[in-house]
């Protein structure tokens, strides 16, 4: 998967932090201990722990843990604003980590650019200004560079605010200033740094959708660090999951979702709403009987919820099909176990038609959630295997992982 | 004059009082709690045994004595400095660049005419405060301050003093710019610039008048180098704390963008410390004004040498008068450097600059045409009414009140109860003894680093060969300290709980804090007859504002959460004070204790020419009578007691204070 | 060209002292330089790069000592200068000892009333000549030790210093302690005080008053509240006009008695005050130098003047105006014969 299709491609890094750093990612002694015990032994805490992972051309990765799992440290590694203590980085392809300050400066400039969760605008300068500033210190000129400016600030919405100073602005526009400032020097990848943390949900929301739209019409590489499991789930095409500086999970959402890596994932992913994220090709079985003519037509990638939507309209199991070729069907049972959380050979089948029309089982959702899936086959796979292991429903085209996955 | 008020003490902690870091302060504790008991207990044993045991003062075998060394390098200095290349090629130019340059302002302001001044401050002020109708406000102040020079009938010594002023502000702002760039960026350059401000901030300025005047004689030069000397430790503290107070978030940010060092320090950095620089460069202007007395002394002329001629012929109301101009000069520069500070950088718009030059060039026109001198039929003499208060006032303390005694009483029974017993303990007490008492005292408040520095400086006075002179300022500067501090921390906790008290000492602080030292000086003696109780009163006036200022601010700050939850629980006015702010302000409340010991070190030569004696009266003579060696030991005897007791007030995990001296 | 009063020319090689700039030019200049702005001030930074010091106006720079009855000195011969002899004067406040410095740097061109500096004497006029004599002021200075005279006329053998002893718990204050209290002049001024009370075995400490500022107002306030005290005065002090002191007589002023300044054990001497110029000045000095030299009064007219200034509040230029003109016949016999 490396190569040139993949953004950053990342190798081994780790970032230590402390005395003597640059000891601990070579001792195996060491590297063998939690990230508490190394701290007892050495006074080091590491960050970032012998993280691998590729970003490729075009996604939106997400960067996902809480507090003190070290993806704020992960994703200033990947422009050296924080150096990295051992690893491997390369950007498409050219080693990150052999530049010079200058060629770093240039690829700081015009090929990655970031934004930050507390925004980091010069109190002193215009919006027009801050959204200028980088290409200002590109040595743009500066009719030429407002001009740009005036183009951006348009695109995030905020025309008619460029006299205005970040101070006089909502937290909400003062991000899409930083976000247009990013934009300004139109880079390869933007790196995103909890950009929406410190607002209020209802902004946060829109920024979200912001971003999503960005994405959608220029199709710009992302990484986005973020602590809030929704807005991972809703902005990624895939999500790294990091606990103590290390990746426990990496997948698709629904991977993250539906075959959770360990119960740290599982309890992170419990009160998720899966018929959002769970497409209704996972709740498919082959079509019986003349189900394959009747019932509402979903694409493979609708999700459970509207999948459950068409079934409790039409009272017949919903037909899934990919360019006019019947893949198969979702009945509320299986639909039912999804929601549920359990596999969907867990559902009951003792009666594959019975249900139809009795779409309400009592407590079943509740039981779903509450208990920890059983033994189920995801739940018994080897830790860091979970995500590389090939999703059973034929029709998803995403999804599996062959990146080497360090947990 | 906001500024000023908040000015000193901000200066004075390079962070603000109450927010010693945590850290520092658990360690200070840690330390604290154990030992201070076993501490106490030893001293309370080891220092009476010792007084009893040995007759006090240094060993005579560790004293050096370096005035005749001193002398004789002044007499070099005399007969040497019109040959001498160093003086030939280097400070002969550096000292007709300044004669130069202050005259050539001076002569500016006096071409421009009184009008063309005062038309100029008004506008710039008016700019400096937005141009706008915020900018009103420090326009008038402007105009009346100045103008109030003039009714003062001093226009033509505010112009001599303002030249001057301007002049070593520029240097000093500059200079001051230039090692607070070091500072900020370079953590080396801090480390070194650390000690050599907070010695600066404990030296007197009499101790650097001596051998300017060596090298440069009377006159302008050495009255502008020493006035730039003391003005800019401000400029350079502002300008290293605002680079390195620059918001991390945004000098990431400007990193993820690219940008070469230079580019952060010019977009960022510098912009982002525009309220530092602002403030520092409004610290330096009142620094300065507070040296335009002590600059006359050594020959430069305007306001300072009004002061000081008024004084001679004890005419108290002169002085006054001449004081209250530089306190108005002091008001006008601090209202226009604030509102520009206030302003927050928003630019002034083109048409209000088109206003404010057309404004200033047409008063400058007409001012010049008008010609430079204040009519003498617009003047008031307010003098001859103040010189009435002041004899009624000093007649009726001074003796015979009923009762309560009288001045010259208190005077008398404060030397014989108190000042006498302490500087006999004190002289009694074998050398080891203070220093080992030192050292048990620095540790506990302070550091191990703390505890040397202050040793080294007491064993420094010692080999100075001036251990009972410093015994016998000693004394009095424990005693002023010790009234300033009762008095401050009272009136402190007053201001802090009652804000009409606030409100009502604020000017009258402001003014203090401006006024020449010298004008009250009379009056004290007058009151309380020329002594060490003279000198412990003028130390005491001169150090309370900021005591009570840092107090109060201490106070103000506890968080109103824990007040209100002490409130709640029905907790009495003291139980609040004692069990809420008093805890929640002590760091503050020490950083106010070191202020205390501070300033009241500066004004010890102030103390000598009332009758203080001992180092301060050394300088003085020094300085007065030629006798360089003696007053230049002296000087350093007081700046290493200055560095002793900074150290013994300065508790540890906080960086070490910024104030100014004398 | 006007005539060049004031040279700062060092006295080798024509190299210029530190700061000898001048530093008032005629007002009109000063204008004209001012108004052009920028203009002026790189015409200054040119005259710096050559001009290495002369003067080219009529200025005479003088010194204003600390005590009025010199103070006054200086105002009525500045007032005679820039009113007869069409100069400006430059009036400088400073220290004794310093004045002396800054004359012979040139800075200032006469002091006119000095109690006597033995030392910068030898340094100046005997050593590098950059200080000549420029006669004797008229008046004759007597420093000695005093007490009120209602002290001296309630105990009259008090003013014999063999009796002191005998006296000092009169004069004792907290200050003292123990011993009596003598009160010390400003620093700067000329005095033995603590030599004598060693030698002649005065149980009496020396308490410094400070500057002469803070002495004058402690003695004016002991004085009106009748308390008893001894201290370092002088004559001609035109407090004297206002406060009957009485001297305390000391062992008798013999020649070289006061060699030794740690031995000294007599009684001050009389001093004729002398006046002093800088080595240029006097040389090219013309009118003004020779008005200078020819400036002579007595105790009483400086005394007279120092009471307006001092007593009577006038500023010192008022107060010489005021003398001036009521005793023309004074000061012309001062004035270069043409």
């Given at each position: 998967m490396d190569g040139h299709d993949s953004v950053f491609s990342v190798r081994g890094l780790w970032k230590v932090f402390g005395p003597k750093a640059a000891r601990v990612p070579g001792?195996?002694?060491?590297?063998?201990?939690?990230?508490?015990?190394?701290?007892?032994?050495?006074?080091?805490?590491?960050?970032?722990?012998?993280?691998?992972?590729?970003?490729?051309?075009?996604?939106?990765?997400?960067?996902?843990?809480?507090?003190?799992?070290?993806?704020?440290?992960?994703?200033?590694?990947?422009?050296?604003?924080?150096?990295?203590?051992?690893?491997?980085?390369?950007?498409?392809?050219?080693?990150?980590?052999?530049?010079?300050?200058?060629?770093?400066?240039?690829?700081?400039?015009?090929?990655?650019?970031?934004?930050?969760?507390?925004?980091?605008?010069?109190?002193?300068?215009t919006v027009l200004d801050n959204v200028a500033y980088g290409l200002e210190i590109q040595g743009v000129a500066k009719g030429e560079r407002r001009a740009r400016a005036?183009?951006?600030?348009?695109?995030?919405?905020?025309?008619?605010?460029?006299?205005?100073?970040?101070?006089?602005?909502?937290?909400?526009?003062?991000?899409?200033?930083?976000?247009?400032?990013?934009?300004?020097?139109?880079?390869?990848?933007?790196?995103?740094?909890?950009?929406?943390?410190?607002?209020?949900?209802?902004?946060?929301?829109?920024?979200?959708?912001?971003?999503?739209?960005?994405?959608?019409e220029e199709g710009r590489t992302m990484v986005f660090i973020t602590h809030d499991l929704a807005e991972a789930l809703k902005l990624g095409d895939r999500i790294a999951l990091m606990r103590d500086g290390a990746i426990v999970q990496l997948g698709t959402p629904e991977e993250i979702v539906t075959r959770p890596a360990d119960d740290y994932v599982r309890d992170f992913v419990r009160d998720v709403p899966r018929e959002q994220i769970v497409p209704v090709s996972r709740a498919m079985r082959p079509a019986i009987g003349d189900e394959a003519d009747r019932g509402t037509v979903l694409a493979p990638d609708a999700t459970v919820a509207e999948g459950v939507a068409a079934v409790a309209r039409d009272g017949v199991p919903a037909r899934i099909e990919a360019d006019g070729v019947l893949l198969g069907v979702v009945d509320h049972t299986r639909l039912l176990a999804v929601v549920a959380g359990l596999a969907p050979d867990e559902a009951n089948y003792a009666d594959p038609d019975a249900g139809t029309g009795a779409l309400a089982i009592p407590g079943m959702r509740e039981d779903g959630v509450d208990t920890d899936a059983g033994p189920g086959a995801d739940a018994d796979a080897p830790k860091g295997k979970a995500a590389t292991t090939p999703m059973d429903a034929p029709a998803t085209g995403q999804g599996t992982d062959t990146d080497p996955v360090t947990a | 004059?906001?500024?000023?008020?908040?000015?000193?003490?901000?200066?004075?902690?390079?962070?603000?009082?109450?927010?010693?870091?945590?850290?520092?302060?658990?360690?200070?504790?840690?330390?604290?709690?154990?030992?201070?008991?076993?501490?106490?207990?030893?001293?309370?044993?080891?220092?009476?045994?010792?007084?009893?045991?040995?007759?006090?003062?240094?060993?005579?075998?560790?004293?050096?004595?370096?005035?005749?060394?001193?002398?004789?390098?002044?007499?070099?200095?005399?007969?040497?400095?019109?040959?001498?290349?160093?003086?030939?090629?280097?400070?002969?130019?550096?000292?007709?660049?300044?004669?130069?340059?202050?005259?050539?302002?001076?002569?500016?302001?006096?071409?421009?005419?009184?009008?063309?001044?005062?038309?100029?401050?008004?506008?710039?002020?008016?700019?400096?405060?937005?141009?706008?109708?915020?900018?009103?406000?420090?326009?008038?102040?402007?105009?009346?301050?100045?103008?109030?020079?003039?009714?003062?009938?001093?226009?033509?010594?505010?112009?001599?003093?303002?030249?001057?002023?301007?002049?070593?502000?520029?240097?000093?702002?500059?200079?001051?710019?230039?090692?607070?760039?070091?500072?900020?960026?370079?953590?080396?350059?801090?480390?070194?610039?650390?000690?050599?401000?907070?010695?600066?901030?404990?030296?007197?300025?009499?101790a650097y008048l001596l051998p300017l005047v060596l090298i440069f004689g009377i006159g302008t030069p050495s009255a502008l180098i020493t006035t730039v000397i003391y003005a800019m430790p401000p400029m350079v503290r502002m300008t290293t704390l605002g680079l390195r107070g620059a918001d991390p978030a945004v000098l990431e940010a400007s990193r993820s963008l690219g940008?070469?060092?230079?580019?952060?320090?010019?977009?960022?950095?510098?912009?982002?410390?525009?309220?530092?620089?602002?403030?520092?460069?409004?610290?330096?202007?009142?620094?300065?004004?507070?040296?335009?007395?002590?600059?006359?002394?050594?020959?430069?002329?305007?306001?300072?040498?009004?002061?000081?001629?008024?004084?001679?012929?004890?005419?108290?109301?002169?002085?006054?008068?001449?004081?209250?101009?530089?306190?108005?000069?002091?008001?006008?520069?601090?209202?226009?450097?604030?509102?520009?500070?206030?302003?927050?950088?928003?630019?002034?718009?083109?048409?209000?600059?088109?206003?404010?030059?057309?404004?200033?060039?047409?008063?400058?026109?007409?001012?010049?045409?008008?010609?430079?001198?204040?009519?003498?039929?617009?003047?008031?003499?307010?003098?001859?009414?103040?010189n009435t208060v002041v004899d009624w006032l000093v007649g009726n303390l001074y003796q015979d009140v009923p009762v309560l005694g009288g001045t010259s009483v208190w005077a008398g029974n404060f030397t014989s109860w108190v000042l006498n017993p302490l500087n006999n303990g004190l002289q009694a007490l074998p050398w080891w003894s203070l220093l080992l008492l030192a050292a048990a005292v620095a540790l506990l408040v302070g550091t191990w680093r703390g505890a040397s520095t202050a040793v080294l400086a007491l064993s420094c006075i010692g080999v100075l060969g001036i251990w009972d002179k410093a015994l016998y300022t000693l004394s009095q500067v424990l005693v002023a300290v010790a009234l300033t501090l009762l008095l401050g921390f009272a009136i402190g906790i007053l201001a802090a709980r009652v804000r009409t008290v606030e409100r009502l000492l604020r000017p009258v602080f402001d003014a203090m804090q401006t006024l020449p030292q010298f004008i009250y000086l009379i009056p004290v003696v007058q009151l309380f007859n020329a002594g060490r109780v003279a000198a412990i009163t003028a130390a005491a006036v001169y150090a309370l504002p900021a005591v009570v200022r840092v107090t109060t601010q201490g106070l103000k700050q506890v968080?109103?959460?824990?007040?209100?939850?002490?409130?709640?629980?029905?907790?009495?006015?003291?139980?609040?004070?004692?069990?809420?702010?008093?805890?929640?302000?002590?760091?503050?409340?020490?950083?106010?204790?070191?202020?205390?010991?501070?300033?009241?070190?500066?004004?010890?030569?102030?103390?000598?020419?009332?009758?203080?004696?001992?180092?301060?009266?050394?300088?003085?003579?020094?300085?007065?009578?030629?006798?360089?060696?003696?007053?230049?030991?002296?000087?350093?005897?007081?700046?290493?007691?200055?560095?002793?007791?900074?150290?013994?007030?300065q508790p540890a995990g906080r960086p070490a204070l910024t104030h100014h001296s004398h | 060209m006007p005539i060049t009063v004031r040279l700062g020319h060092a006295p080798t090689a024509g190299r210029p002292p530190l700061g000898s700039r001048p530093r008032a030019r005629s007002r009109r200049t000063r204008t004209t330089?001012?108004?052009?702005?920028?203009?002026?001030?790189?015409?200054?930074?040119?005259?710096?790069?050559?001009?290495?010091?002369?003067?080219?106006?009529?200025?005479?720079?003088?010194?204003?000592?600390?005590?009025?009855?010199?103070?006054?000195?200086?105002?009525?011969?500045?007032?005679?200068?820039?009113?007869?002899?069409?100069?400006?004067?430059?009036?400088?406040?400073?220290?004794?000892?310093?004045?002396?410095?800054?004359?012979?740097?040139?800075?200032?061109?006469?002091?006119?009333?000095?109690?006597?500096?033995?030392?910068?004497?030898?340094?100046?006029?005997?050593?590098?000549?950059?200080?000549?004599?420029?006669?004797?002021?008229?008046?004759?200075?007597?420093?000695?030790?005093?007490?009120?005279?209602?002290?001296?006329?309630?105990?009259?053998?008090?003013?014999?210093?063999?009796?002191?002893?005998?006296?000092?718990?009169?004069?004792?204050?907290?200050?003292?302690?123990?011993?009596?209290?003598?009160?010390?002049?400003?620093?700067?001024?000329?005095?033995?005080?603590?030599?004598?009370?060693?030698?002649?075995?005065?149980?009496?400490?020396?308490?410094?008053?400070?500057?002469?500022?803070?002495?004058?107002?402690?003695?004016?306030?002991?004085?009106?509240?009748?308390?008893?005290f001894l201290t370092y005065w002088w004559t001609p002090q035109w407090m004297n006009a206002t406060m009957d002191l009485v001297e305390v007589e000391l062992p008798p002023h013999e020649d070289g008695c006061d060699a030794d300044k740690k031995e000294v054990a007599c009684a001050y001497p009389d001093v004729p005050l002398k006046k002093w110029m800088n080595a240029d000045f006097a040389k090219e000095g013309g009118d003004a130098a020779e008005f200078l030299k020819n400036f002579k009064w007595t105790t009483e007219q400086q005394n007279l003047v120092a009471k307006y200034v001092a007593a009577d509040k006038m500023t010192a230029a008022k107060a010489a105006e005021k003398w001036v003109k009521e005793n023309e016949s004074v000061w012309k016999a001062w004035l270069p014969k043409k």
């Amino acid at each position: 998967m490396d190569g040139h299709d993949s953004v950053f491609s990342v190798r081994g890094l780790w970032k230590v932090f402390g005395p003597k750093a640059a000891r601990v990612p070579g001792d195996p002694r060491l590297t063998a201990l939690t990230t508490a015990e190394i701290r007892e032994r050495t006074g080091c805490t590491v960050a970032v722990r012998d993280v691998s992972f590729d970003v490729r051309r075009g996604e939106v990765f997400v960067v996902m843990g809480l507090s003190g799992s070290g993806k704020s440290t992960l994703v200033r590694c990947l422009t050296r604003l924080i150096e990295p203590t051992a690893g491997e980085l390369a950007m498409d392809g050219e080693d990150v980590l052999a530049m010079d300050p200058a060629r770093l400066r240039e690829l700081r400039r015009h090929r990655a650019a970031m934004v930050f969760q507390h925004f980091g605008l010069l109190p002193h300068r215009t919006v027009l200004d801050n959204v200028a500033y980088g290409l200002e210190i590109q040595g743009v000129a500066k009719g030429e560079r407002r001009a740009r400016a005036r183009e951006v600030i348009a695109k995030v919405g905020l025309a008619g605010l460029e006299d205005r100073r970040p101070n006089q602005l909502s937290g909400g526009q003062q991000q899409r200033v930083g976000l247009a400032r990013a934009l300004a020097a139109d880079p390869e990848v933007l790196l995103f740094d909890e950009p929406f943390s410190a607002l209020d949900p209802l902004i946060r929301r829109d920024m979200q959708e912001e971003v999503a739209r960005l994405h959608q019409e220029e199709g710009r590489t992302m990484v986005f660090i973020t602590h809030d499991l929704a807005e991972a789930l809703k902005l990624g095409d895939r999500i790294a999951l990091m606990r103590d500086g290390a990746i426990v999970q990496l997948g698709t959402p629904e991977e993250i979702v539906t075959r959770p890596a360990d119960d740290y994932v599982r309890d992170f992913v419990r009160d998720v709403p899966r018929e959002q994220i769970v497409p209704v090709s996972r709740a498919m079985r082959p079509a019986i009987g003349d189900e394959a003519d009747r019932g509402t037509v979903l694409a493979p990638d609708a999700t459970v919820a509207e999948g459950v939507a068409a079934v409790a309209r039409d009272g017949v199991p919903a037909r899934i099909e990919a360019d006019g070729v019947l893949l198969g069907v979702v009945d509320h049972t299986r639909l039912l176990a999804v929601v549920a959380g359990l596999a969907p050979d867990e559902a009951n089948y003792a009666d594959p038609d019975a249900g139809t029309g009795a779409l309400a089982i009592p407590g079943m959702r509740e039981d779903g959630v509450d208990t920890d899936a059983g033994p189920g086959a995801d739940a018994d796979a080897p830790k860091g295997k979970a995500a590389t292991t090939p999703m059973d429903a034929p029709a998803t085209g995403q999804g599996t992982d062959t990146d080497p996955v360090t947990a | 004059m906001s500024t000023v008020t908040t000015s000193r003490p901000i200066v004075d902690g390079e962070r603000p009082p109450g927010h010693t870091d945590a850290p520092g302060r658990r360690r200070t504790r840690r330390l604290v709690r154990p030992s201070t008991p076993m501490v106490l207990l030893a001293l309370a044993l080891l220092l009476p045994t010792a007084a009893l045991l040995g007759g006090g003062g240094w060993p005579q075998a560790l004293r050096v004595d370096l005035v005749p060394a001193l002398d004789s390098f002044a007499d070099w200095v005399v007969d040497n400095r019109e040959t001498h290349p160093v003086f030939l090629y280097f400070l002969l130019h550096l000292s007709n660049a300044a004669t130069d340059s202050v005259a050539w302002v001076h002569d500016l302001l006096t071409a421009a005419g009184w009008a063309g001044v005062l038309t100029a401050a008004t506008a710039l002020a008016w700019y400096a405060g937005g141009a706008g109708r915020r900018g009103a406000g420090p326009a008038l102040i402007a105009l009346g301050s100045l103008a109030g020079c003039g009714f003062l009938g001093l226009w033509e010594q505010a112009t001599e003093t303002l030249a001057l002023m301007l002049v070593s502000v520029v240097v000093a702002v500059v200079l001051g710019l230039l090692l607070g760039l070091a500072g900020g960026l370079s953590d080396t350059a801090q480390r070194i610039l650390r000690p050599v401000l907070d010695t600066m901030q404990v030296l007197p300025s009499f101790a650097y008048l001596l051998p300017l005047v060596l090298i440069f004689g009377i006159g302008t030069p050495s009255a502008l180098i020493t006035t730039v000397i003391y003005a800019m430790p401000p400029m350079v503290r502002m300008t290293t704390l605002g680079l390195r107070g620059a918001d991390p978030a945004v000098l990431e940010a400007s990193r993820s963008l690219g940008s070469t060092s230079w580019q952060r320090l010019w977009t960022a950095r510098l912009p982002m410390a525009r309220p530092q620089l602002l403030l520092g460069l409004n610290q330096t202007i009142m620094m300065a004004l507070s040296m335009v007395v002590i600059a006359s002394v050594v020959g430069a002329g305007g306001l300072g040498e009004s002061v000081y001629q008024a004084l001679k012929t004890r005419d108290f109301g002169q002085g006054l008068t001449a004081g209250l101009a530089i306190v108005l000069i002091a008001v006008w520069l601090d209202r226009t450097t604030a509102a520009a500070g206030a302003r927050g950088g928003v630019p002034v718009g083109r048409r209000g600059t088109g206003l404010v030059l057309v404004a200033a060039g047409g008063g400058l026109l007409a001012g010049s045409s008008a010609g430079g001198e204040w009519p003498e039929a617009v003047t008031v003499d307010i003098a001859a009414p103040l010189n009435t208060v002041v004899d009624w006032l000093v007649g009726n303390l001074y003796q015979d009140v009923p009762v309560l005694g009288g001045t010259s009483v208190w005077a008398g029974n404060f030397t014989s109860w108190v000042l006498n017993p302490l500087n006999n303990g004190l002289q009694a007490l074998p050398w080891w003894s203070l220093l080992l008492l030192a050292a048990a005292v620095a540790l506990l408040v302070g550091t191990w680093r703390g505890a040397s520095t202050a040793v080294l400086a007491l064993s420094c006075i010692g080999v100075l060969g001036i251990w009972d002179k410093a015994l016998y300022t000693l004394s009095q500067v424990l005693v002023a300290v010790a009234l300033t501090l009762l008095l401050g921390f009272a009136i402190g906790i007053l201001a802090a709980r009652v804000r009409t008290v606030e409100r009502l000492l604020r000017p009258v602080f402001d003014a203090m804090q401006t006024l020449p030292q010298f004008i009250y000086l009379i009056p004290v003696v007058q009151l309380f007859n020329a002594g060490r109780v003279a000198a412990i009163t003028a130390a005491a006036v001169y150090a309370l504002p900021a005591v009570v200022r840092v107090t109060t601010q201490g106070l103000k700050q506890v968080s109103p959460a824990a007040l209100e939850v002490s409130r709640s629980l029905g907790a009495t006015t003291w139980q609040q004070i004692r069990d809420v702010q008093w805890p929640l302000a002590r760091p503050a409340l020490l950083v106010a204790a070191n202020q205390g010991v501070v300033l009241v070190l500066a004004v010890v030569v102030i103390g000598g020419l009332v009758g203080g004696g001992a180092l301060g009266f050394d300088v003085v003579k020094g300085l007065t009578a030629g006798e360089l060696g003696t007053g230049l030991i002296a000087g350093a005897g007081i700046v290493c007691l200055g560095l002793a007791l900074d150290k013994l007030t300065q508790p540890a995990g906080r960086p070490a204070l910024t104030h100014h001296s004398h | 060209m006007p005539i060049t009063v004031r040279l700062g020319h060092a006295p080798t090689a024509g190299r210029p002292p530190l700061g000898s700039r001048p530093r008032a030019r005629s007002r009109r200049t000063r204008t004209t330089l001012a108004v052009t702005g920028a203009l002026a001030l790189l015409t200054i930074s040119a005259c710096g790069a050559a001009e290495t010091g002369g003067g080219d106006s009529r200025t005479v720079s003088l010194h204003t000592p600390s005590w009025v009855g010199a103070e006054v000195n200086t105002a009525v011969a500045a007032y005679l200068l820039e009113h007869e002899l069409g100069y400006e004067v430059k009036t400088q406040q400073m220290d004794e000892t310093p004045a002396w410095d800054a004359m012979s740097q040139g800075k200032i061109d006469a002091i006119l009333e000095d109690w006597g500096h033995p030392q910068e004497e030898k340094r100046y006029v005997q050593g590098n000549k950059s200080v000549v004599p420029a006669g004797e002021l008229g008046v004759t200075g007597h420093i000695g030790w005093f007490v009120p005279k209602y002290l001296a006329d309630e105990k009259p053998d008090i003013t014999d210093y063999k009796n002191l002893n005998k006296y000092a718990d009169v004069f004792r204050t907290p200050e003292s302690g123990a011993k009596g209290q003598f009160i010390k002049g400003d620093p700067s001024y000329v005095s033995h005080d603590n030599a004598l009370i060693k030698n002649l075995g005065l149980n009496y400490k020396p308490i410094e008053a400070g500057a002469e500022a803070t002495h004058l107002a402690q003695l004016e306030q002991l004085y009106k509240n009748k308390k008893p005290f001894l201290t370092y005065w002088w004559t001609p002090q035109w407090m004297n006009a206002t406060m009957d002191l009485v001297e305390v007589e000391l062992p008798p002023h013999e020649d070289g008695c006061d060699a030794d300044k740690k031995e000294v054990a007599c009684a001050y001497p009389d001093v004729p005050l002398k006046k002093w110029m800088n080595a240029d000045f006097a040389k090219e000095g013309g009118d003004a130098a020779e008005f200078l030299k020819n400036f002579k009064w007595t105790t009483e007219q400086q005394n007279l003047v120092a009471k307006y200034v001092a007593a009577d509040k006038m500023t010192a230029a008022k107060a010489a105006e005021k003398w001036v003109k009521e005793n023309e016949s004074v000061w012309k016999a001062w004035l270069p014969k043409k």
